[in-house]
């Protein structure tokens, strides 16, 4: 999607962005090549590390800082603050949300905006009963399939990830991963928001 586009359906101005659990960086250095000024911050090293490479491939000046969400040190520095992926469904405590998003309200320049994406527990629950299997990647290098569990009663969803990759000619190498998240409640979310200062809306869909 157009990041600018987004931000001018939404009449939100600023260049200076943080982008929080930035990952191997795709949407930083996207931002970048479109004249955003940008940091990002993520807890992997090994997700900063392809970060740092893919900016440096791209050729775009982005600041990669190895950070915890809940422990952002930034005050009034950025214009914008994103967080997309599901990643502040990750934090499966509601204490470290509300910690997360107090951070980032610091790291905001007086009406600066916050844009980030969540599951709600709704969310989690409609994509586990797509399954019991579902596809998520299917190309001629990637296979990606995933399960899904939720257990309504903590409201966490777990995510049993396997990975095909072709490595070369038909040798592929199979990768396992488990991923925890929380759903929300639409009102936790709002009332974490609203411990922080915020003003906030809901979208479904940003454009």
Same mark, same amino acid.
């Given at each position: 999607k157009n990041f600018a586009k987004i !931000? /001018?359906?939404f009449h939100i101005r600023g260049k200076k962005v943080l982008d929080v659990a930035c990952g191997e960086g795709t949407f930083a250095v996207e931002i970048a090549k479109q004249g955003f000024e940008v940091v990002g911050v993520d807890l992997s090293p090994e997700m900063l590390k392809f970060a740092v /490479?893919?900016?440096e491939r791209e050729n775009v000046p982005v600041v990669f800082l190895k950070m915890d969400m809940r422990d952002l040190s930034f005050q /009034?520095?950025?214009d914008i603050v994103t967080c997309w992926f599901d990643s502040l469904n990750y934090l499966l405590d509601y204490d470290d949300l509300k910690r997360t998003f107090k951070g980032v309200w610091?790291? !905001?320049k007086p009406g600066g905006h916050f844009l980030f994406d969540m599951n709600t527990i709704y969310g989690l629950f409609m994509a586990s009963q797509e399954g019991p299997v579902y596809i998520q990647q299917d190309s001629s290098n990637v296979f990606e399939?995933?399960? $899904? /569990?939720f257990d309504l009663e903590d409201s966490i969803a777990t995510f049993y990830v396997t990975v095909f990759e072709r490595k070369e000619g038909n040798l592929?190498?199979?990768f396992d991963e488990i991923h925890r998240e929380r759903g929300?409640? $639409?009102k936790e979310i709002a009332s974490a928001l609203r411990e922080a200062d915020f003003i906030f809306s809901f979208y479904d869909d940003l454009l």
């Open positions: !931000l /001018e359906n /490479e893919r900016a /009034e520095e950025f610091n790291a !905001l399939v995933q399960d $899904i /569990e592929w190498e199979r929300y409640k $639409i």
